[in-house]
């Protein structure tokens, strides 16, 4: 699986914060305002995650994208603390190789408050 969040890949794991919404930088020491990315599941604390359209890496447009690579599924799992909001082409994308006929899932535990916004003409806020 590739995760990004905003424009940066994420899935080296640990705790990442940004200024802008769109790169995020790592930082462990960082507890609040920040993404965390630990045994495959992805935490949102008060955070804006932005999707920009970017041709060498995250190329959906997405807030967060999740793709799996050739004939594996993907399953993204996402924890809520707070008040976070997602935007971009689409807010969530989770997808599947298009050429592996795998699935594509997303499990959200809301322990907090998400706005997923999409500006896409076909994906809205989620789009699996």
């Known amino acids: ?5 905003g424009n940066t890949d994420i899935l080296p794991g640990g705790t990442w ?3 802008d919404g769109i790169t995020w930088t790592r930082n462990d ?3 609040d305002h920040c993404v965390r990315c630990e045994n495959n599941i992805l935490t949102l604390k008060n955070v804006t995650v ?3 359209f970017n041709a060498s890496g995250n190329t959906s447009g997405a807030g ?3 793709v ?3 004939n594996r599924s993907v399953s993204l799992n ?3 603390l707070g008040n ?3 935007a971009g082409f689409s807010g969530i994308a989770v997808a599947a190789n298009h050429s592996s006929g795998k699935n594509a899932s997303l499990t959200i535990q809301d322990l907090g408050n998400l706005t997923a916004e999409g500006a896409g003409v076909v994906d809205g806020g989620i789009a699996i």
């Open 1 to 5: 699986m590739q995760l990004y969040v």
């Open 17 to 19: 914060t940004s200024e």
């Open 29 to 31: 020491s960082a507890e």
């Open 50 to 52: 932005l999707g920009e």
């Open 64 to 66: 967060i994208y999740a």
């Open 68 to 70: 799996g690579q050739l």
């Open 78 to 80: 996402i924890e809520l």
């Open 84 to 86: 976070n909001t997602v």
